[in-house]
């Protein structure tokens, strides 16, 4: 432990370009411990602060320039790639596209501050065809601040950090071990969790054509509308008889919807949206 | 999130309101603000 510690503290430059990559493409690999950890390591002047922070906005524009090229060229297919690949990846649509309608391109830069967005952001960017230029000028100052924040907060806790550094080794491998196992066991939950949501809603999906056959059947069913305010500023129009009620509101309005009938849920396609601020 | 509050037949719908608009569904003008139920049957 102490070993594989030591030596990853003395390739520190390597291991936070390598580990900020990995997160951007998506891995579940938490960069922000490691610029925490590599902040400290220049405080003890054996990095520098501004090498480390070039290489992890490297990092972070190499991996986002991956998701921006496929969003670019690949449209739907990247993002259903983004949707196996992400844990939560149904919130994190809808909280990708809720920044870029609040923020517009800016919400480049608070994205990488959000978990699991990160990766989306860069993607969506893609997809709704902003400039190549514009792209790299608002990822690289999201990649500039994030990556400076953590090494600056790791260099300013830099004795705190060493002090929890050295409790993990006195622990040894056992502590390593139920790291592993506690963050093994919480991914593969979500993944499997996920799989199963992912084919029951695949069993249960419906068409246009076959709600509408419903509907002229006067078959029971509640249809709910899950856009936001911004869609429904932007777009007044609904299915006939929908509940309005956003994605947002429905941990507070789930009574409204009844429950002795099929329910029908619908957004908007986040392909043809196009946030307001994207050029 | 639906199910573990006992709504548990839901059906997401293909494509949303962009493809039910594609083959010239009928919609209606939603007047209402988000956040009050405009009606919960259906008429077509």
Not at chain 1, 29 to 49: D, M, N, Q, R, T
């Amino acid at each position: 432990m102490q070993q594989a510690l030591e030596f990853l503290l003395s390739h520190i430059e390597i291991v936070v370009f390598l580990t900020v990559l990995a997160e951007q493409i998506g891995l579940p690999i938490p960069a922000v411990p490691v610029l925490l950890a590599a902040g400290a390591v220049a405080a003890e002047g054996e990095a520098h602060l501004a090498v480390l922070t070039g290489l992890s906005v490297a990092a972070c524009l190499l991996g986002d320039m991956v998701w921006f090229e496929l969003g670019l060229h690949r449209g739907r297919q990247t993002l259903s790639l983004l949707c196996r690949i992400a844990l939560e990846p149904d919130a994190c649509v809808r909280r990708t596209e809720n920044l870029f309608v609040r923020h517009g391109i800016r919400a480049l830069i608070l994205a990488k501050f959000i978990p699991g967005l990160s990766t989306l952001a860069p993607a969506l960017a893609g997809l709704f065809k902003v400039s190549i230029g514009r792209f790299l000028l608002f990822n690289g100052a999201g990649s500039l601040l994030w990556s400076f924040l953590f090494l600056l907060l790791g260099y300013i806790l830099s004795e705190q950090i060493s002090y929890l550094a050295e409790q993990v080794m006195q622990l040894g491998k056992t502590a390593g071990l139920l790291l592993a196992v506690i963050l093994g066991g919480y991914v593969l939950y979500k993944y499997l969790h996920r799989q199963k949501l992912l084919r029951e809603l695949r069993v249960a999906r419906i068409s246009s054509a076959e709600l509408k056959q419903l509907m002229d059947d006067g078959h029971p069913l509640s249809v709910v509308d899950l856009r936001g305010i911004e869609d429904h500023v932007a777009d007044p129009y609904t299915i006939p008889g929908a509940l309005r009620i956003s994605a947002e509101e429905l941990e507070q309005r789930h009574d409204d919807i009844p429950r002795d009938r099929d329910v029908i849920l619908f957004c908007a396609c986040p392909m043809k949206r196009r946030p307001r601020g994207w050029r | 999130m639906l199910r573990r509050k006992g709504i548990t037949r839901v059906r997401p719908l293909v494509g949303g309101i962009d493809a039910w608009r594609e083959l010239a569904y009928p919609i209606e003008m939603d007047d209402s603000k988000v956040g009050i139920v405009v009606t919960a049957e259906i008429h077509t």
